[in-house]
């Protein structure tokens, strides 16, 4: 039987979810194709329309609601199949409506965490970045003290020609000395080159 406090319960319910599909629409209207057919949702038989916005479906269960007032007083078997069809509207919006916010959530998240991941990965492309400067810059530095150890070493090498048994063995251990710093600056040089390489290759990926 349709009472009056199962007609203010059914408004009541109505109201709530014109606010709810008001609220969706604006939001999905930023978020999905305006192709998405809600229709898709819904069992076929439920609803004529087929609209991007929820709030149209709603307002079709409000139609098929004043529809049954009116059967109220007219025709008692219309009467059981328009409730029953209200019943199922009803319960289909609610169904979408909370899953729907469900689906606004999860895209909200995969925001948030596209945003996080970009920050992450924007924030190790400069640490990369700067690092591979930096070590550039270390490189050039190497590379001019190898140049320096070299002049040095031949410097004291055109000098051992002309130079008494005592200079001569000064200058031995001198090139001695630069050869041992040239053998280090050497090393240098390719552990630096190595750790070029490997900033590289993880800023390709």
Request: aromatic share 8%.
């Amino acid at each position: 039987m349709l009472t009056q406090d199962l007609i203010d319960k059914i408004r009541e319910q109505l109201n709530v979810l014109y606010e709810q599909t008001r609220s969706i629409d604006e939001r999905n209207a930023k978020i999905k194709s305006k192709h998405f057919k809600y229709r898709d949702h819904f069992n076929h038989r439920l609803f004529r329309c087929e609209s991007t916005a929820l709030m149209d479906y709603v307002r079709e269960v409000d139609d098929n609601f004043t529809a049954l007032l009116r059967l109220a007083q007219a025709d008692k078997t219309q009467l059981n199949l328009r409730g029953e069809q209200l019943t199922e509207q009803l319960t289909a919006l609610t169904q979408v409506v909370r899953g729907n916010e469900v689906a606004i959530k999860e895209h909200r998240y995969q925001q948030t965490s596209n945003k996080k991941r970009y920050a992450k990965y924007k924030k190790n492309a400069q640490y990369f970045m700067a690092n591979s400067h930096e070590l550039h810059q270390e490189l050039a530095q190497n590379h001019e003290f190898e140049r320096r150890l070299n002049e040095m070493i031949f410097e004291r090498q055109a000098h051992m020609s002309q130079a008494d048994d005592h200079q001569a063995n000064q200058l031995q251990r001198e090139i001695l000395a630069l050869h041992q710093r040239l053998g280090k600056c050497r090393r240098a040089i390719t552990k630096v080159e190595e750790q070029i390489q490997l900033v590289d290759s993880k800023n390709r990926f």
